[in-house]
């Protein structure tokens, strides 16, 4: 294919001036004298000046006819492809240093995990598209492999592969006395042979075969640290012994483990306790025991004292008794989450009395209200109801409030509060990893295949939260958005010409901050680009 590319600037009558983000040249065509007697000229615009050699211009159809025997210079081109967003993931990973670790680990197929991992940062997790892409989009780490070719890529990142890297990169991001998080969610699939796969209903309220998903997260470095795939049939509560398991084995020298309610049973608190494994977990409103005690720690709870300030709640600590154990409780009082509780609650009631209301003297299936004496006849027709008053008055002091546990001593309520918030970061993880990588379902049908992909995926999640965190932390990003940062970097072209040589298109203000936010030096970044 060819095209005109830029040519030498007339060496006479030309000006150049700036209209938005491009500057323009200008062939002065004539000059006059103005009635007042001052002298000015007429120019037309016959191009637009290359930013990238200011001593030459792209010249438009005006330019042939001022200069019609000047003969354009056409260059042959092999290769146009998009290669700002893949150059971007190759030197975020070496900022991160997953490439030195994957070589370190994996290093026959370390280049084949990030190339692939830069197309489902790019389009998902769909591999039949993975070849497609790669004739459009440049790979900086050279060939990838074939989507029919990927099964012995996936083979080769075996266990103690795996479980290596996972030692290394904790030791990278894990400080002592970080505070890490621990939360599990559980991944669909249509595949048949995939042996942690158990029937179940997932988190959307599917009934599919689903494996269950375990992921440690850095509440410092706001990274991933290491993920377990686990038995799909195994509730969230029975797991906690093998998630303290893989920590101590992976030697995490922490300060507190987070997780939330769904790992609270008594069992459990008295493994951490004897084990002196330090915690923060949340404990739910539903179970007695902690109900009783929010309601007496409430009694004197909205206080100045009590006021937590920017957060905006009201806590305070008390010790609280499960069985023969002592533990550190903290009680707090949302004020917006009071509001929204009491409103959820009057239109629940509301409702509920409607519907008890259009159903009297009728034929009903008896349902257990919590806030309704029911009363029906023996062949199962409504004959009256009434409020469960104490019931509501309890829902109703109980709007706005929660509560954490804890085995750590010197963990203030506001501390406390703030770590657990923390903890919205793995849930935004989770989002990012089922939506943005598209992995809701593994799309994959052995087991084999499913480790080795949601490897590769994971080590996605990390250069996905690693960008994701810059755009948060910055108050003027260049772009709001993950998907507006990949449209952006994709503008940017590598050109490459039949005599070898390779140009880039010129690079858009957007683009050149989007670099200053990784800290990428744009010199180094082209270099990169233009080498053969």
Request: charged share 25%; glycine share 4%.
């Amino acid at each position: 294919m060819a095209k005109i590319r830029a040519i030498k600037l007339p060496e006479k009558r030309v000006s150049i001036k700036k209209n938005g983000k491009y500057r323009y040249v200008y062939y002065i065509d004539s000059y006059y004298v103005t009635s007042n007697g001052s002298r000015t000229h007429r120019d037309v615009a016959i191009g637009k000046l290359n930013e990238e050699d200011p001593t030459t211009f792209f010249p438009n159809q005006k330019y042939w006819e001022y200069f019609p025997k000047t003969d354009p210079i056409e260059e042959e081109i092999t290769e146009i492809q998009q290669a700002g967003f893949s150059q971007l993931v190759k030197n975020l990973a070496q900022q991160l240093k997953v490439d030195e670790l994957l070589s370190k680990n994996f290093d026959d197929i370390a280049d084949s995990i990030l190339s692939i991992a830069s197309f489902m940062l790019s389009k998902g997790n769909t591999m039949m598209y993975l070849d497609d892409y790669y004739l459009t989009h440049y790979n900086p780490y050279g060939s990838t492999p074939t989507q029919r070719k990927l099964g012995p890529v996936y083979e080769a990142i075996s266990h103690s592969r795996r479980w290596h890297f996972f030692k290394d990169w904790q030791t990278l991001i894990v400080n002592e006395g970080d505070y890490v998080a621990y939360d599990v969610s559980s991944v669909s699939t249509y595949g048949k042979s995939i042996d942690l796969a158990a029937m179940g209903y997932n988190r959307d309220h599917e009934l599919l075969p689903q494996v269950n998903l375990g992921v440690f997260y850095s509440q410092s470095r706001h990274l991933p640290i290491c993920y377990e795939l686990y038995d799909g049939s195994i509730v969230d509560k029975a797991h906690i012994l093998e998630m303290m398991d893989l920590a101590e084995d992976l030697d995490m020298k922490l300060t507190v483990f987070v997780m939330d309610k769904g790992f609270l049973t008594k069992e459990n608190l008295s493994f951490l306790k004897q084990h002196h494994i330090p915690f923060l977990m949340a404990f739910p409103n539903s179970q007695k025991l902690y109900r009783q005690w929010l309601l007496n720690q409430s009694k004197d709870l909205e206080t100045f004292e009590s006021y937590l300030g920017t957060l905006p709640s009201f806590g305070k600590s008390a010790p609280i008794q499960v069985d023969d154990m002592t533990f550190n409780g903290f009680v707090y009082m949302n004020l917006e989450k009071k509001g929204a509780d009491i409103a959820n609650l009057s239109d629940r009631i509301n409702r509920s009395e409607e519907d008890l209301k259009k159903h009297m003297d009728k034929q009903i299936r008896l349902k257990k209200d919590p806030y309704f004496n029911v009363e029906v006849s023996d062949i199962q027709y409504l004959t009256g109801y009434s409020r469960k008053n104490d019931k509501i008055e309890e829902s109703f002091k109980l709007s706005g409030l929660f509560g954490l546990i804890s085995n750590v001593e010197d963990l203030s309520v506001k501390e406390a509060l703030e770590i657990y918030r923390r903890r919205d970061l793995i849930e935004k993880h989770y989002d990012d990893m089922k939506n943005h990588l598209e992995f809701n379902r593994f799309k994959t049908h052995h087991q084999i295949s499913t480790d080795g992909k949601f490897f590769i995926g994971f080590i996605a999640q990390i250069i996905l939260a690693y960008m994701t965190n810059q755009l948060s932390y910055c108050k003027k990003a260049p772009v709001a958005t993950i998907e507006g940062l990949i449209t952006e970097m994709d503008k940017i072209q590598r050109i490459k010409r039949k005599d070898g040589s390779v140009r880039l298109t010129t690079f858009t203000r957007k683009q050149k901050d989007i670099l200053e936010l990784f800290n990428i030096d744009i010199n180094d970044y082209i270099n990169e680009l233009v080498k053969n």
